[in-house]
């Protein structure tokens, strides 16, 4: 009962006209998640179970508006064939991946790759309670080189910010992780096809992609990718270098949003 009321509370303030007063639904709730008052549940959305945690950011939306990024996982879902493979790389809480799955169908393949402690164990509960029985949760941080790696936590209000940066994250806390190049992981898992790959790293995008070359040069897969020039710039890239990567590889861009964009392979570029 209260879960409800709190999530029409975040609904209804949500319409709220003026920038005084705009966090003061969002302060009501914090406050009783902390006194143990409103509790994390499953809630359908989409036609999709998801574990909404109103204390975070990804789920607070999912469950006001029913979407996360709408913009994202439609280009996404529009680019993805009935059958097809996806992958997501930074799978989170598994809210793309359920969506994917549903639309693969039986005869298509999803891998949701996730490095985070703190999140694998909803991901894991997302995909078996919506019984998507064609994801393969990877449980590996993919970077371009293979080994060990310090993951770095963070604090419950927004599980998507964990990162390989401690300054990205915004926390010290940390947990050493496997990373992998995804060209082994797709070996691995023996995929023949790839027709999208989503790529959400808080800011390891460009070495996602250096591990990648065999994916790039023989499946020629859509790329979603996000972009934020502060994150990149906590591993020494910057968009110009997610933009020449493409290039080269015969890759055109097109913006999804302020924060995203796709790539689409055209032909080989000239020198």
Known sequence: ???SLAVLLLR???????????YIAFRIVTGAIKLGLIRPKWQNIGGAWHWIDLDDFICQRLAIGGHYERAVPDAIIRSLPVSGTFIDVGAN?????VLASRRVGP???VLAIEPSPQVL???????????SKNVSIVELACSHVPGNVTFFMTDRSNLGR????????????SVEVRRERLDAIVAAHQLDRIDVVKIDVEGAELQVLRGMHYIL???HPIIVIEVKPLLLASFGTTP??????FRVRGYRCQRIDSDNLLFRFTAPSRP
């Open 217 to 219: 040069a023989k499946c």
């Open 12 to 22: 209804s303030w949500e319409a709220w006209p003026f920038p005084r007063g705009r």
């Open 107 to 109: 005869g298509g393949r």
């Open 162 to 173: 964990g990162s390989l940066s401690q300054q990205n994250a915004g926390c010290a806390q």
């Open 240 to 245: 110009s270098d997610i933009d020449e990567f």
């Open 121 to 131: 164990p909803i991901l894991r509960a997302t995909i078996q309670r919506n019984e």
């Open 93 to 97: 809480i598994g809210y793309i991946s």
């Open 1 to 3: 009962m209260l879960f």
